[in-house]
Nanobody, 116 residues
């Protein structure tokens, strides 16, 4: 079963930047549609950025223009560059993906806290 390991979170001031990384174990990674999900305290997990196997990207309105998702198939890794961070971006961030649907297996996530 494919596994995901997220890293790169931390504490940052408003307006700052962070780069998250997600390492995947699946041998078919290059065929996966990958996504970054955000789960704020007391809220459901929601998809904020997605990248297809062909490199097409989509973003939630809340992060459009500030976040950029990229992938490196050779490293089986997907990244989320987060700029102009806001306090409302505070959440645990997870990555997930698959060829048809996201995997049922979730990683531990990485905490992002935006605070002065």
């Amino acid at each position: 079963q494919v596994q995901f390991v997220e890293s790169g979170g931390g504490l940052v001031q408003p307006g700052g930047s962070l780069r998250l990384s997600c390492a995947a174990s699946g041998r078919l990674f290059s065929m996966y549609r990958m996504g970054w999900y955000q789960q704020a305290p007391g809220k459901q997990r929601e998809l904020v950025a997605q990248i297809t196997s062909g490199g097409t990207t989509n973003y939630a309105d809340s992060v459009k223009g500030r976040f950029t998702i990229t992938r490196d198939n050779a490293k089986k890794t997907v990244y989320l560059q987060m700029n102009s961070l806001k306090p409302e971006d505070t959440a645990v961030y997870y990555c997930n993906g698959g060829t048809i649907a996201p995997s049922s297996s979730w990683g531990q996530g990485t905490q992002v806290t935006v605070s002065s």
